[in-house]
């Protein structure tokens, strides 16, 4: 089964405005990452951080992780119609060589 | 640089029939993994392969599936007697070998499309 789950299911917001969306796992991580996917060009690899680090920027992105909650937030500011797309979070943990996906945002983006 | 790529990009075949995916990752990664996805969900984790070493698999890899890489390059994934329930893209994956194996940025290949008839 999949570990993590991405809150919410769905969102849709006007092009300008942020978007938030929430992935809540299960067990102790190493790392989380964040990946894009649209029929356009498949998954993408957006970023990721480390379970020593609690927050991360690249871009327009902002990630942050809180390991007590077992938590992560992706923002995306200044949205654009470009953005949407699924987003994933997928976790990965000591002791094994997978990365487990969360089930996915979908991001609407209104132009 | 290409990518990493798959063939076929669709595949449509009947209950019971064989089916054979390839995927062929950048060529200077040795880690290669291959997901399912269906409809609506996440990738799920199949097996992961470190040069031509498969060291993990997922207990959703049925004994009807298996995958190789015998020369540590490109990999493929078999699916016997195939079922209906097996409908689903297939993803492939693969991440540099001079990275942590703690760090790790997969690229994604564009997949393959299974429909079970």
């Known amino acids: 089964s999949q570990q993590g789950e991405e809150d919410p299911q769905a969102l849709s917001i006007q092009e300008g405005e942020n978007a938030t969306m929430n992935c809540s796992y299960k067990?102790?991580?190493?790392?989380l990452q964040w990946y894009r996917q649209n029929s356009g060009r498949g998954l993408v690899h957006l970023i990721l951080?480390?379970?020593?680090?609690r927050e991360k920027h690249s871009g327009r992105l902002r990630v942050t992780l809180d390991t007590s909650k077992k938590s992560s937030s992706l923002l995306i500011t200044a949205s654009r119609a470009a953005d949407t797309a699924s987003y994933f979070c997928?976790?990965?943990?000591?002791?094994?060589?997978?990365?487990?996906f969360g089930t996915g945002t979908r991001l609407k983006v209104l132009a | 640089d290409t990518g990493v790529s798959q063939d076929p990009r669709h595949k449509i075949t009947k209950r019971g029939q064989n089916v054979t995916f390839r995927c062929d990752p950048i060529?200077?990664?040795?880690?290669l993994y291959w997901y399912r996805q269906t409809l609506g969900q996440g990738p799920e984790f199949l097996t992961y392969?470190?040069?031509?070493?498969?060291?993990?698999k997922s207990r959703l890899l049925s004994d009807r599936f298996s995958a190789e890489r015998p020369k540590g390059s490109f990999s493929t994934l078999e699916i016997q007697r195939t079922e209906q329930g097996d409908s689903a893209m297939y993803l492939c994956?693969?991440?540099?070998?001079?990275?942590?194996?703690?760090?790790?940025?997969?690229?994604f290949g564009p997949g393959t499309r299974l429909t079970v008839l």
């Open positions: 994956a693969s991440s540099s070998s001079t990275a942590s194996l703690f760090i790790n940025e997969q690229f």
């Open positions: 067990t102790s991580i190493n790392n």
């Open positions: 951080i480390r379970s020593n680090e």
């Open positions: 997928a976790t990965f943990s000591s002791g094994t060589y997978k990365y487990i």
């Open positions: 060529s200077e990664h040795n880690r």
């Open positions: 392969f470190q040069n031509e070493a498969q060291l993990e």
